[in-house]
Structure formats: structure tokens, C-alpha cells
């Protein structure tokens, strides 16, 4: 009887130890959970605030480190980048051997051609291809342009694109404007993003895809890249091997002139031009950043149908290289006050010594001022560049769409404005 309540005893002290051993090895497990836990929190809020010191220092850099007016860079390199040989890439140094400022994906650089023959330099826009965290180099990649299909006999190719194709050599020094332009990447955000390129419009949204790439983002990418064939797509392997090492970013690639066999060969994923439809096979969802750089009517229909299946306005994003109509959209205020019975108002040219009504065809003052034969220089023609700045002498201007950067106090940037009221300009 008492060996029994010995051996009782025993096991509820057995017991009673097993309880508190259980007991403890809970709390130190939870201990040690806690401790996992502080630490991943740790690690990621030092990753969040090394990602913050790393673009404050890049900010800091950008601003430090840009310049106003002309810089000289040296042609270091150029490239090919498609079978049609009608893109290729230019890689430039500065000359003066200094630091570049970085920019942001999607900009754009201004330059200042002295082509022989033509009576003043001629200014065109360039948007960057590479990667921003290239820091030795910038690259451009330019379509050498033709006469238009439609254009009558003795109209000239494109006057810096077949400069560039033509003349610009390795060694060759070119002057240079700083890297500019409001359609770039939010580098700030973490949304997914999907970057639509059309032909050579595919610049800009490489130059983002290269940068979410080299800073090892972990945001959801769709590259949409539309084309006409085989021969016209440029920068194929280089955005195939980007893909290929990033399980978090997706290619699209659609021909809209294929060769008979491009499909099964999977040389492309889609036949035909890029459409909204396209698009819904692969995004699923409309919760996207949307940034598009292509031809005028891929633009317009693609932008179009983005807000019909109710993407806000603010996640569209996109660049024309050019007067495109997209911009044009937007209606202009004088263009609005004489058709609406106003009287139109007078445009003066003021060294030119001559005065027009406004016209609503012109659109733009700039495209008036040519109309009548009013020289005044231009490069984006979008209010991008700052090229067409001319002083306002009297009067005021309403903007088509507004400047990326406010022109200085008593200018105008006059490829994106109309006349509010009767106007003088100095041109
Ligand atoms: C922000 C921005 C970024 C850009 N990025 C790129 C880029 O990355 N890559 C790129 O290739 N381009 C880019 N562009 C476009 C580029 O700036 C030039 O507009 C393009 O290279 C054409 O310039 P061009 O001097 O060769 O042609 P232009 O001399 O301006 O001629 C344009 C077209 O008009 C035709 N033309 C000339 N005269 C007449 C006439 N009398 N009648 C009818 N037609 C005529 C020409 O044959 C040609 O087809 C960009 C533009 C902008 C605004
Ligand atoms: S031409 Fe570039 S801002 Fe007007």
C-alpha cells in the first residue's frame, strides 16, 4: 500500500515535472520565435532604410551632379539593335571626364546637332535605353527615319536620325543637354507595373525595366512590346535575358506583320497590333501603373480603352516622341473661346512684323508660327526640352498640356501653347 502511493507520488512528480519541463520549453520556443520574429522585422526595416539613404543619396547626386546648357560627350560605342539595321544604339562619355548625374528611367536627353547645311544647329530628343545605374555612360537608340510612305518625291529623310546613322562616328564629341522629362518610373512606388513599348517607343520603357532589374525589385513587371516582325525588333536578347533572371517580371512580345511560322516558333507570343484584349489575357487585373511610349494610334487606343475598363487616369502614363495626337487631345482654350463665337484672337510676330488671327487648325503657336513662315526653333515639341522658349511681349498663353518644367518668367514654350487673348511674341 505505501510502495503504491510511493510509486503515485512518483508519477504525479514525474508528471508535475513533465508539465513545467513542457511548460518551459514553450516559453523559450516562444522566446525564440520572438527573437526569429525581432529579427526579420530588424533585417527589413534596415533593408527599408538602406533603400531610403540609397535614393536620398541618388537624389542628392541627381541634383548635384546635372548641368545646365551644352555639355560635350564623346561617342564611345555604337550598336546595332535590329536585322533591319535601322535602330542602333549610341554610348556616350562626357568629355570632360566627370561624374554623370543619374536620371530617372524613362528621361530623356536634348541634343544640339550641327549638321552641315542646315542654317541653325537642330535640336531633337532622345530618350535613354540604358539603365540609370549604369554610372560610367549614357545610351540612346535611334530609328533612322525615312521620307512618310504618303510624302511627295523630294521630300528629305529625317534630318538627326540619318545624321546620327550617318555621319555620328566612335570618337565623334556631340553636344549634349541634361537628362529631363516627367514620364518616368515612379521609382517610389511598389505597384506592379506594366510597360508597353511600340517600335523605337520602346527606349523609355526599357530604360525602367533595366532599372527595376538593377535594384532587384520585387515588383510585379509585364513587358508589352509590340512590333512589326523579326526584323524590326531591337533589343531582343537583351530584354530576353533581363526577363529570363527575374522570376517576377513577364514578356510580351506581338508582331503585328509575322512571318508565317513567328508563332510556332514562339519568336513572338501574339499576332497582331497590341490591343486591350491582348492585354486582359495576361494582367488579369487592371490594378496596374501603366507606362506606354509607341506610335500615335497605339497610344490613343491603348490609353483609350485602359480608361474604359476603369484604370485612373494618374496610372496611365505615357510619352510621345512628337507632336503626337494624344497630346493634342486636351482642347485649347483659345480654340474653345472662338468657337464659341468669340473672335479669334491676333497672333503678332513681332521681329517677323506679322500679325495673324489665331486659327484653330494651328493648334499650337508654334505650328502657326510656321504656318507664316515664323522660324522659331524646336526640338520635342512637347513642351519637354525648353527649345521653343520665346519671350511673350504682350498678352498671355494657355497650355495644351502642361510644361514638364515652368519656362523662364516672360517666356513661353510655345509647341505647347495657345493664345489667351491677343499675343505678341518676340519671334
Ligand atoms: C521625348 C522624346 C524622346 C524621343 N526618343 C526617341 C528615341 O529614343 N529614339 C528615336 O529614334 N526617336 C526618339 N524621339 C524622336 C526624335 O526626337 C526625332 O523626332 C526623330 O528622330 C525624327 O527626327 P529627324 O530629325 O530624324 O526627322 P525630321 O527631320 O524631324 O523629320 C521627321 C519626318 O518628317 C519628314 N519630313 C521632313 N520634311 C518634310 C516635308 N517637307 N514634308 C513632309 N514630311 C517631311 C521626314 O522625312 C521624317 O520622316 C524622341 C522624341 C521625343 C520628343
Ligand atoms: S520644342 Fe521642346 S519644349 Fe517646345
Not at 523579326?230 to 506583320?257: P, Q, T
Not at 510621345?320 to 473661346?337: D, H, I, Q, Y
Request: glycine share 8%; hydrophobic share 40%; net charge negative.
Amino acid at each position: 500500500m505505501i510502495l503504491a502511493l510511493q510509486i503515485g507520488g512518483g508519477f504525479i512528480v514525474i508528471a508535475a515535472l513533465l508539465q513545467a519541463g513542457a511548460g518551459m520549453i514553450t516559453q523559450f520556443a516562444g522566446a525564440l520565435r520572438k527573437r526569429h520574429m525581432d529579427q526579420q522585422r530588424l533585417a527589413f526595416f534596415k533593408k527599408q532604410t538602406d533603400i531610403l539613404i540609397k535614393r536620398a543619396e541618388t537624389d542628392r547626386q541627381r541634383n548635384v551632379l546635372t548641368w545646365s546648357g551644352k555639355r560635350k560627350f564623346r561617342v564611345v560605342r555604337r550598336q546595332l539593335e535590329n536585322k533591319l539595321g535601322d535602330i542602333c544604339s549610341f554610348y556616350l562619355e562626357p568629355h570632360d571626364g566627370g561624374s554623370l548625374p543619374p536620371f530617372l528611367p524613362g528621361q530623356f536627353l536634348t541634343f544640339e546637332l550641327n549638321i552641315p547645311d542646315q542654317p541653325r544647329p537642330v535640336v531633337r530628343c532622345y530618350s535613354l535605353s540604358g539603365s540609370p545605374e549604369d554610372r560610367d555612360f549614357y545610351r540612346i537608340s535611334v530609328r533612322r527615319l525615312g521620307p512618310p510612305p504618303s510624302a511627295e518625291p523630294g521630300v528629305p529623310p529625317g534630318l538627326s536620325s540619318n545624321f546620327f546613322h550617318n555621319n555620328v562616328k566612335e570618337g565623334d564629341v556631340i553636344d549634349v543637354m541634361a537628362p529631363n522629362g516627367k514620364f518616368h518610373l515612379d521609382v517610389h512606388s511598389d505597384r506592379p507595373v506594366a510597360l508597353i513599348g511600340g517600335g523605337v517607343g520602346l527606349t523609355p520603357v526599357l530604360s525602367m525595366l533595366k532599372w527595376l532589374a538593377d535594384t532587384n525589385s520585387h515588383r510585379e513587371a509585364w513587358f508589352f512590346y509590340a512590333v512589326r516582325n523579326g526584323e524590326d525588333i531591337a533589343c531582343i536578347d537583351e530584354i530576353r535575358e533581363i526577363i529570363s533572371n527575374n522570376s517576377n517580371f513577364h514578356l510580351v512580345v506581338l508582331y503585328s506583320d509575322p512571318a508565317d511560322d513567328d508563332v510556332a516558333a514562339k519568336n513572338c507570343d501574339c499576332a497582331g497590333y497590341l490591343s486591350i484584349d491582348v492585354m486582359k489575357d495576361y494582367l488579369k487585373t487592371s490594378n496596374f501603373e501603366f507606362y506606354i511610349c509607341g506610335p500615335p494610334p497605339m497610344m490613343n487606343a491603348v490609353t483609350t480603352s485602359l480608361k474604359e475598363w476603369g484604370v485612373p487616369e494618374e496610372d496611365i502614363r505615357f510619352e510621345a516622341f512628337g507632336p503626337a495626337s494624344v497630346k493634342k487631345a486636351a482642347p485649347a482654350a483659345a480654340a474653345e473661346s472662338s468657337a464659341s463665337g468669340g473672335e479669334a484672337p491676333t497672333v503678332s510676330f513681332a521681329r517677323s512684323n506679322k500679325s495673324v488671327p489665331w486659327s484653330e487648325a494651328a493648334e499650337t503657336l508654334l505650328d502657326l508660327a510656321e504656318e507664316c513662315g515664323v522660324q522659331i526653333a524646336s526640338g520635342c515639341r512637347a513642351g519637354n526640352c525648353g527649345t521653343c522658349a520665346t519671350a511673350v511681349k504682350e498678352g498671355k498663353v494657355t497650355y495644351v498640356t502642361p510644361p514638364t518644367s515652368q519656362p523662364a518668367k516672360g517666356t513661353a514654350l510655345v509647341c505647347i501653347a495657345c493664345p489667351d487673348g491677343d499675343i505678341v511674341l518676340d519671334a
